[in-house]
Structures are given as C-alpha cells and as structure tokens.
C-alpha cells in the first residue's frame, strides 16, 4: 500500500521560507516521477512543481517559478519542497503525489493516492 506523508507546513510571515518533505513508502520512489500540488479554501487544487524520476527535469507553475525549488533523494525516498518568499497567496494545503512523464504534462499518475497534505500559511 502507497503512503505519502507530507510534513513542513507552518505559518510564516510573508517573505519567509519553509521547507516541505513527502515521505514515499510502499512503491519503489525512484521509478516515478514526482510533484507537489496545492489547494486554497475554496479553490481546486493546481499544480505547484514537478520533477522527474533522475532529478534532472523540474518544472513549475509561473506563480512559484524562482521562489520555490523542488528536489528529491532516491536514497531516501523523499521528494522536498524549498519555498522562498512567500506570499499570502502561498497558503493552502500542500500535496505530493506521483506524476506521468513528460512532466510537463503536469498530471498524477491513474489511480495515484493522495496523502493527508500539510498546511501552509502565510500570514502577518
């Protein structure tokens, strides 16, 4: 059984930073490749970043492009997130799942299981 296991929400102050782990179990990490989704009260939930399954390939949504950096460790079986000045426009509940390849088509894998997600707020 798939489990993914978001962790490194919190609330920060706009500008500030947070660093988000997907820990991945139950499916073999390397062979997938990987991304981070968010959703906002009241919104769908809308891609944020992907990666592919060396590291190599990363791809973001025009409103986090230079401010957040994703990465993974195979060895760890953990996808990252580097979130850097944030905005209030940032908050929301943040999600990894499983993506097809080519990642720039930006969608999760049939089937692919959410975690519980963690929150991010931005806030004064």
């Known amino acids: 059984q798939v489990q993914l296991v978001e962790s490194g929400g919190g609330l920060v102050q706009p500008g500030g930073s947070l660093r988000l782990s997907c820990a991945v179990s139950?499916?073999?990490?390397?062979?997938?490749?990987m991304g981070w989704f968010r959703q906002a009260p009241g919104k769908e939930r809308e891609f944020v970043a992907a990666?592919?399954?060396?590291?190599?390939?990363?791809d973001y949504a025009d409103s986090v492009k230079g401010r957040f950096t994703i990465s993974r460790d195979n060895a760890k079986s953990t996808l990252y997130l580097q979130m850097n000045i944030l905005k209030s426009e940032d908050t929301a509940v943040y999600y990894c799942?499983?993506?097809?390849?080519?990642?720039?088509?930006?969608?999760?894998?049939?089937?692919?299981?959410w975690g519980q997600g963690t929150q991010v707020t931005i806030s004064s």
């Open positions: 799942n499983a993506v097809t390849e080519p990642i720039y088509r930006r969608t999760v894998i049939p089937n692919g299981s």
């Open positions: 139950g499916r073999t990490f390397s062979s997938y490749a």
């Open positions: 990666i592919s399954r060396g590291g190599g390939i990363r």
